[in-house]
């Protein structure tokens, strides 16, 4: 089992910058998928980044070159830098782990933190 907490929302105006975080703790595999989704009131949720434990990154094109994903595999956290920040990126932000590298691996989500956009 694996518990995911993330911290870091908040209320930003447009062109700002804020930081989530996300530990994980629990029984972690070596190798593990994190990252971040989104979801925006009324709208389906969608991601924004995930990174590998090996340090291969995928990020939505809707946030490269505004966003970057990194992590701390001692520590088992993962972290959003978001900067150049625009209303539509308002959402409640996911942190998600898929634990292990088989098609087996279980999915894991935290509870979600707030990231508002002001403009």
């Known amino acids: 089992q694996v518990q995911l907490v993330e911290s870091g929302g908040g209320l930003v105006e447009t062109g700002g910058s804020l930081r989530v975080s996300c530990a994980a703790s629990?029984?972690?595999?070596?190798?593990?998928?994190m990252g971040w989704y989104r979801q925006a009131p009324g709208k389906q949720r969608e991601l924004v980044a995930t990174i590998i434990s090996t340090g291969s990154i995928n990020y939505a094109d809707s946030v490269k070159g505004r966003f970057t994903i990194s992590r701390d595999n001692a520590k088992n956290t993962v972290y959003l830098q978001m900067n150049s920040l625009k209303p539509e990126d308002t959402g409640v932000y996911y942190c998600?782990?898929?634990?292990?590298?088989?098609?087996?691996?279980?999915?894991?989500w935290g509870q979600g933190t707030q990231v508002t956009v002001s403009s």
């Open positions: 629990g029984t972690i595999f070596s190798i593990n998928t």
């Open positions: 998600k782990m898929r634990n292990g590298a088989t098609i087996t691996a279980r999915h894991y």
